[in-house]
């Protein structure tokens, strides 16, 4: 674990480097209960892809050393509602200040984490790109042009995400790269968790791992004047969604 400070408050991280020299960094963001050993886990598996990973404790400013378990879900959304939002964004942004030597940084967050990332990617300097893990509320800042390449992943029985609010997303915002999985509810990557899909999991990983590859160890987006921060492939105009496809947009491979 290593100590970080935002805004005069310190609070912890669990950090994993990689074996050799890092190809970039990964700011692993927590679900709303905290550092688990499943977000740990997580952290672990891109430093051994060889990226520099830090997942910041951001319950840490209400109490240090939270860990709840699946039962306590309704008292980690308590806690992200004390903390609102400035203060994790500015957390965030001092986790990346730590690793900006490794190279590059991307955003990788989960259920919360995923929007924190995602909101993180209009606010946070010095990102390369975010990716988002069933995240909601994302409809709060639909209107708003991507500044990073942004890739998220919706679980298609996602009890917090209805279908709607996925389509609006999707509409509202082309210039995202969505996926949704067939099956899969929250949690779908988990792997010591019930709610663990396999086949589901890995596919989100390949293209994680391919965005990283792309946006991280690649070269990084052009700026484009009054269009974001990159241009990606429009995408088509599709009839019903077949039982078996879960690309929601533009394809990573």
Same mark, same amino acid.
């Given at each position: 674990?290593?100590?970080?400070?935002?805004?005069?408050?310190?609070?912890?991280?669990?950090?994993?480097?990689?074996?050799?020299?890092?190809?970039?960094?990964?700011?692993?963001?927590?679900?709303?209960?905290?550092?688990?050993?499943?977000?740990?886990?997580?952290?672990?598996?891109?430093?051994?892809?060889?990226?520099?990973?830090?997942?910041?404790?951001?319950?840490?400013?209400?109490?240090?050393?939270?860990?709840?378990?699946?039962?306590?879900?309704?008292?980690?959304?308590?806690?992200?509602?004390?903390?609102?939002?400035?203060? *994790?964004?500015?957390?965030?942004?001092?986790?990346?200040?730590?690793?900006?030597?490794?190279?590059?940084?991307?955003?990788?967050?989960?259920?919360?984490?995923?929007?924190?990332?995602?909101?993180?990617?209009?606010?946070?300097?010095?990102?390369?790109?975010?990716?988002?893990?069933?995240?909601?509320?994302?409809?709060?800042?639909?209107?708003?042009?991507?500044?990073? *390449?942004?890739?998220?992943?919706?679980?298609?029985?996602?009890?917090?995400?209805?279908?709607?609010?996925?389509?609006?997303?999707?509409?509202?915002?082309?210039?995202?790269?969505?996926?949704?999985? *067939?099956?899969?509810?929250?949690?779908?990557?988990?792997?010591?968790? *019930?709610?663990?899909?396999?086949?589901?999991?890995?596919?989100?990983?390949?293209?994680?791992?391919?965005?990283?590859?792309?946006?991280?160890?690649?070269?990084?987006?052009?700026?484009?004047?009054?269009?974001?921060?990159?241009?990606?492939?429009?995408?088509?105009?599709?009839?019903?969604?077949?039982?078996?496809?879960?690309?929601?947009?533009?394809?990573?491979?």
């Amino acid at each position: 674990m290593i100590e970080v400070t935002a805004n005069n408050v310190k609070f912890s991280a669990y950090r994993a480097d990689p074996e050799g020299p890092p190809k970039g960094a990964v700011v692993v963001l927590q679900d709303v209960f905290g550092v688990t050993a499943d977000i740990r886990k997580i952290a672990d598996d891109f430093a051994a892809a060889g990226y520099v990973a830090v997942a910041p404790a951001l319950f840490d400013k209400v109490k240090s050393n939270i860990e709840l378990d699946t039962s306590a879900a309704e008292e980690g959304r308590g806690i992200t509602t004390e903390l609102g939002r400035e203060w *994790p964004l500015e957390a965030i942004q001092a986790t990346v200040d730590t690793v900006k030597d490794a190279g590059k940084v991307a955003l990788v967050g989960y259920a919360w984490g995923g929007y924190l990332a995602y909101m993180a990617a209009n606010k946070v300097q010095g990102l390369a790109c975010a990716i988002g893990y069933h995240a909601d509320g994302l409809l709060e800042g639909v209107r708003e042009k991507r500044r990073v *390449p942004t890739l998220i992943h919706f679980a298609e029985q996602d009890p917090a995400i209805p279908e709607e609010e996925i389509i609006q997303f999707r509409a509202w915002r082309p210039d995202v790269s969505a996926f949704l999985y *067939p099956g899969a509810t929250r949690g779908f990557v988990y792997s010591a968790a *019930p709610t663990y899909n396999a086949e589901a999991a890995e596919k989100a990983k390949e293209r994680t791992l391919y965005w990283l590859s792309q946006y991280v160890v690649g070269q990084g987006p052009v700026q484009m004047k009054n269009a974001g921060a990159y241009a990606q492939a429009k995408t088509e105009k599709k009839g019903k969604k077949k039982p078996e496809a879960d690309d929601m947009g533009p394809p990573v491979d």
